[in-house]
């Protein structure tokens, strides 16, 4: 039996990925280039949270993981039901969700917003660098 989810991604399986220099304007753009693809494979109901994840794990790159001079890879793909969004980075250091933020801290929560709307994060090592990714099933 086909889903909804399963004969939308039988029209494009071609994985999307796209190298974004160390620069604010990359966030938005990789913002604007996830929600094209989830727009062309139609992904309707978790397209917000996906894009708001993708926003906050760019950021982190930016400023936890991208050495100056350097830039990071976007990596979006669609198998089966699973959609999965790595952002490769050359950066040292290991993410974790914020530990004892506080109300008046402007940072530190971007992991936690992750942790809470996808259902699966992580981190893999790379060489160099690492790669953090989050999946969403039943798009």
Known sequence: MTTECDSRHVNDETPRE????????????????????????????????????????????LLHGVPPGRGFRLHLRYEGDVLRVEVHDSGGGWPRPGDGVGDADESGRGLLLVAALADKWGVAERDPGKIVWCEFGEC
């Open 18 to 61: 796209r190298f974004y220099r160390r620069e604010r304007q990359s966030v938005p753009a990789a913002r604007a280039f996830v929600s094209a693809a989830l727009a062309d494979w139609e992904v309707g109901e978790r397209a917000y949270d996906i894009a708001l994840c993708v926003s906050e794990l760019t950021t982190n790159a």
